[in-house]
Structure formats: structure tokens, C-alpha cells
């Protein structure tokens, strides 16, 4: 295992991803798939154990190939799998996917054994032993028992003093109806974090603010110290609560941003656990600037290759850390 800087778990789903090839077909006629490893939290972590530090994911696929794939991919990268757990009885969750001419997407999306995580299957050891952790999932507010396995970690986290990263990855594919609850569930876990990461979109939903920077000073006001919110190609806000700057990005020739909201995640991340002690940043806005300046060529990177954790398995050789 890798011993740069502070270790780091991330807790979510791990899943895989069927993208139809086929051009302007939804799923009914699709016929071709590509496999692909997926879930935000894991791309987070190929991101960090791709760029050098000690990342460690935890949670739970089926005891079946797809799991067994997953595993594969992610030790691949080195990432530490040691609080990955196959459940028996409930199979890999699935996610399909064809693009439309129009830019809409045909989904469907086979919730299977990432909704089993308990609080009581997680080693407790590592994860006290863990300077930083991030949660950042798009599955893991949905349902029990998984939703109080992470609602309830964070709290422990809190206790433990554990510097807390949270991205909602909001998916309106997965809440559709139940957007109110994806709110609810998402401001108490901003309350409770260090490090916050949204989209504008994202911000827009939990806030109702149409002014970005309005909707920044509400999220402060819930409790969260440092919020970074994504703008794409334009670059990144963040704010330390004291003061608010826009992080330009890179222009790059995109081919698929999947992906690139975690990888800026890992980036981030990687570089907060190079610190002594990374609650110290939020008093450092330079520092602050320089990490989120990193994490934006990191995103626009990503976005140059296809396939998020295959684009972050190249991190170390094009990027001097």
C-alpha cells in the first residue's frame, strides 16, 4: 500500500455501467454493450491511488463475475479492496444506458447489493484509522439500510474529528419524484462536512438559489467549511466562507466527461491529504486556490480519454505530483 499522505476511504456504490454502442437507439433495440466499471466514489478512489495516495474503498457488490470484475478493476489501480464486501445474496448492481440524438438518455437501473451495506459489516479499525473520508454517492441516500449505514458513519466521522468530503451526485434518473427526500437527505449530510462538492445544477436543487454564490452562502450557513462548485469548462467556485473565487479551467479537446466531477473529487482529495492536518486548509485560501486549480486540469483530463477509471489509470505518467 501506498503511504503518501493521509489515508482515505471512500464509501458508495461500485457498480457496473452498460453503455449501448449503438448510435440513436434506445434500450428496447440496442444490441451492443460495453462493460464498463462504475460508481462515483470508486472513480474518486482510482482517481487518489491513481495519482499516488493510499485510497481505500468501501462497499458492496454481488458475489458474482460482475463483483468479482470489480475488484479486478479497482485493485488494477491500486486501490486498497480490503472494505469491499460480496453479498450472496443480492447481486451487482446494474446500470444501462443508451444516448439519444437529442442528448436524452434511456436508463434502467438494477438496484442490487451496493443498498446492503451495514453499519456493522464496516471494520470499524480502518476506518478509525483513516485521516479523511469522502462520501460521494449517488445510491447511497436511496434506501435502507444503506442510507443510515452513511448517514450514520458521517456522524461518527464528525465525532472522530475525520476531516468529511461530500459530493450528492444527484441523479435525476435514480430520484425522479423523490427529489424532496434527495434534499432533505442531502442537507443533513452538507451540515456535517468539511469539504462540500456540487454541481451548479446540484446547488440550484438543494439551495433554490439561481445565484451560484447565494446558493454557496446557504450551504456555509448548514455547516460545511469549504464548497467547491463545478461550472465545467468555465472552472470551479470555491469558497472558504471568507471569500469567493472562480478557478479557471483548461481547454482541452473533450471526448467523454464522464467521470470528471470525481476525479476533480480525487484530485482534491490527494492533495488535502498531503497536509498535516487537513481541517488547516479552509485557513489557507491560497493554498485552497492552488488545490482547486490542480483538480480542475486533473477533471479536464479525464475528459481527453474514454471510460472514467480507465482516463484516471494514466494520471501518474502525464502529471508531475
Known amino acids: ?31 451492443n454493450f460495453e462493460k464498463q466499471a462504475g460508481g462515483a466514489p470508486a472513480n474518486v478512489c482510482a482517481t487518489i491511488a491513481s495519482l499516488g495516495g493510499d485510497a481505500m474503498f468501501c462497499g458492496k457488490v454481488g458475489a458474482d463475475p460482475f463483483g468479482y470484475f470489480l475488484k479486478k478493476t479497482l485493485d488494477t489501480v491500486n486501490v486498497d479492496t480490503s472494505m469491499l464486501l460480496f453479498d450472496r445474496e443480492h447481486p451487482t448492481t446494474l446500470a444501462f444506458v443508451s444516448l439519444q440524438g437529442n442528448g436524452e438518455r434511456d436508463f434502467v437501473f438494477n438496484r442490487g447489493a451496493d443498498a446492503y451495506l451495514h453499519e456493522k459489516e464496516i471494520d470499524k479499525t480502518a476506518f478509525n484509522q483513516a485521516e479523511i473520508i469522502h462520501f460521494g454517492s449517488a ?3 436511496l434506501d435502507d439500510p444503506f442510507r443510515s449505514t452513511y448517514l450514520n458513519m458521517m456522524k461518527q466521522a464528525k465525532i472522530d474529528r475525520k476531516f468529511i468530503s461530500f459530493d450528492p451526485n ?20 452538507i451540515a456535517l462536512a468539511d469539504f462540500v462538492k456540487v454541481s451548479e445544477e446540484e446547488i440550484g436543487i438543494i439551495t433554490k438559489k439561481h445565484d451560484v454564490r447565494a446558493g454557496i452562502d446557504d450551504l456555509h450557513q448548514l455547516g460545511a467549511s469549504i ?37 476533480f473529487v480525487g484530485a482534491a482529495l490527494f492533495k488535502m491529504a498531503k497536509k498535516k492536518n487537513p481541517h488547516d486548509i479552509v485557513h489557507s485560501f ?33 502529471f508531475c505530483v
Open 139 to 141: 445510491t447511497a441516500l
Open 286 to 318: 491560497q493554498d485552497l486556490k492552488d488545490i482547486i486549480l490542480f483538480s480542475n486540469k486533473i477533471g479536464a483530463f479525464t475528459c481527453t480519454q474514454i471510460g472514467a477509471i480507465s482516463a484516471v489509470s494514466k494520471l501518474q505518467s502525464n
Open 227 to 263: 464548497i467547491s462548485v463545478t461550472l465545467g469548462k468555465t472552472g470551479t467556485l470555491v469558497s472558504n466562507g471568507n471569500r469567493k473565487e472562480l478557478i479557471p479551467s483548461i481547454e482541452v479537446n473533450a471526448i467523454d466527461s464522464t467521470g470528471a466531477g470525481d476525479a
Open 170 to 189: 444527484y441523479r435525476k434518473d435514480l430520484w425522479k419524484e423523490s427529489t424532496p427526500q434527495f434534499i432533505e437527505f442531502t442537507k443533513e449530510a
Open 1 to 31: 500500500m501506498n503511504t503518501i499522505g493521509h489515508s482515505i476511504i471512500c464509501i458508495g456504490e461500485l457498480l457496473i455501467d452498460f453503455f449501448c454502442k449503438d448510435v440513436n437507439i434506445d434500450l428496447i433495440d440496442g444490441q
